[in-house]
């Protein structure tokens, strides 16, 4: 199949950009840590961030980072990846191309270089078990940029009292409905120290993979929330 040309391609996005922001613009949000999001995600003076969490909250936290700072997020080289990446441009942010599959390297080689761009502060969110899972098993990508940058990993979550759940999606992907309400918290910062070992990257990695999945199991358990 070929791919769309440049200008179908704005066009599409576009539409789709305003559709987002229409249904997401009408949903309650509330960030359990306040503390978190203020001192790391809206304060320049702690430095970069890289914000991990599983891919079937990729759509809302894609829609909830785009008031902040300078924002880069990995996507795939795919002609899907096409579209996402416009409408990331809409949204304010940067696409850095490529997946563990295709252009990985590359990809976070230009995402160091992004976070280490000292013109402002820097977030990369991305979803940490993407892009084809196992869901909720973390990969160390996302570990490895945070060494690398020398930003902050912090694990994130969210959950919402009345979601739609894709369920034939790998991911289980979840979307708000309109006027409905979305739960979202943070776990502690993180360094990763550059002479890490591989035996402690590792134990590190197993610990954020839990404490991703204490935090989305909690705000499950707030909410209600249940597969449809």
């Not at 940067?94 to 013109?119: E, K, Q, Y």
Request: glycine share 10%; aromatic share 8%.
């Amino acid at each position: 199949m070929k791919r769309q040309s440049p200008i179908k391609l704005k066009i599409i996005a576009a539409l789709i950009t305003g559709a987002v922001r229409l249904w997401f613009g009408s949903v309650r949000t509330r960030v359990l840590r306040p503390d978190i999001y203020d001192a790391y995600f809206k304060d320049s003076a702690t430095g970069s961030v890289v914000a991990g969490a599983w891919h079937r909250n990729a759509v809302f936290l894609f829609y909830f980072f785009r008031n902040l700072g300078p924002r880069g997020v990995m996507i795939s080289r795919s002609k899907d990846g096409d579209l996402t990446a416009k409408i990331g441009e809409c949204l304010g942010y940067t696409p850095i191309r490529g997946s563990s599959s295709r252009g990985g390297a590359d990809a976070l080689r230009a995402m160091v270089d992004f976070l280490a761009d000292t013109s402002g502060k820097r977030l990369c969110g991305t979803p940490v078990d993407g892009p084809k899972g196992p869901a909720r098993q973390m990969k160390t990508g996302m570990l490895a940029l945070a060494k690398q940058s020398g930003a902050w990993f912090i694990p994130m979550a969210c959950s919402g009292t009345r979601l739609l759940t894709l369920s034939k999606a790998w991911d289980q992907t979840i979307l708000p409905k309109p006027f409905s309400k979305v739960l979202i918290d943070f776990g502690n910062p993180v360094r990763v120290p550059p002479d890490i070992s591989d035996a402690d990257f590792e134990a590190l990695r197993v610990k954020m993979e839990a404490e991703l999945n204490r935090l989305t199991d909690k705000l499950d358990r707030i909410c209600g929330y249940k597969k449809n």
